[in-house]
């Protein structure tokens, strides 16, 4: 939280979609240190329907919903890529 605070200047918030409790959408926080994102997608693997029962949900280019949610933080410059986690558990833990 330490450098999230350091680049809060340099730190975008991104929103696309309606702002309605049931309504899908997509947002992202992203600065020198850290991305967030948030995005609801169409529900491929639940049917033709959705969430509110209507057609248009299911497959490619169906609508997005809150079936079905994608979310990713990362910390690009805190070695999150590729690091080994068991071997620092490992370390740090036994």
Do not use: C
């Not at 350091?6 to 850290?34: M, N, Q």
């Not at 809150?66 to 080994?84: L, V």
């Amino acid at each position: 939280m330490k450098e999230v605070e350091e680049h809060l200047d340099d730190t975008y918030f991104y929103w696309i979609g309606e702002t309605k409790d049931s309504s899908a959408f997509y947002y992202r926080v992203h600065s020198p240190v850290v991305l967030i994102e948030y995005d609801a997608q169409s529900p491929i693997a639940y049917g033709n329907k959705d969430s509110s029962g209507n057609g248009g949900g299911g497959g490619m280019g169906g609508t997005p919903s809150q079936d079905h949610i994608h979310t990713i933080i990362r910390t690009p410059n805190g070695a999150d890529y590729g690091i080994d986690l068991l071997k620092l558990h490992l370390e740090n833990d036994h």
